[in-house]
């Protein structure tokens, strides 16, 4: 008899946010996916690294800044997709977060 492997896809969500970080994981655990939060947006290259997630949720209100600086962190590091929620409407913000 040969037993199925099946393989669940992880995603670390980064969010400093109390009340939206727990909801997504949530609902994504709900996919039946592997799920990990990280409320401490300085520690995602480290929880990264443990982790090893195949996809990474950035939930995170940093400022643009501090937000460009961490997916330039993560891309230095690693090629994981990202998927960016934010709140801002800046198209020149967006295309930085893109190029990064």
Same mark, same amino acid.
């Given at each position: 008899?040969? @037993? $199925?492997?099946?393989? &669940?896809? $992880?995603?670390?969500? &980064?969010?400093?946010?109390?009340?939206?970080?727990? %909801?997504? &994981?949530?609902?994504?655990?709900?996919? $039946? %996916?592997?799920? +990990? %939060? @990280?409320?401490?947006?300085?520690?995602?290259?480290?929880?990264?690294? +443990? @982790?090893?997630?195949? %996809?990474?949720?950035?939930?995170?209100?940093?400022?643009?800044?501090?937000?460009?600086?961490?997916?330039?962190?993560?891309?230095?590091?690693?090629?994981?997709?990202?998927?960016?929620?934010?709140?801002?409407?800046?198209? @020149? #913000?967006?295309?930085?977060? #893109?190029?990064?």
């Amino acid at each position: 008899m040969t @037993e $199925k492997l099946e393989l &669940v896809p $992880k995603v670390l969500i &980064v969010s400093n946010q109390q009340t939206t970080g727990p %909801l997504w &994981v949530f609902s994504l655990q709900q996919q $039946k %996916l592997n799920v +990990a %939060l @990280e409320a401490v947006p300085a520690n995602t290259l480290v929880r990264c690294e +443990a @982790e090893s997630p195949d %996809l990474i949720v950035l939930d995170i209100n940093l400022g643009e800044p501090q937000t460009l600086e961490l997916i330039k962190s993560l891309r230095a590091e690693m090629v994981t997709p990202i998927m960016l929620l934010t709140p801002s409407r800046s198209e @020149e #913000y967006m295309i930085e977060t #893109y190029k990064a």
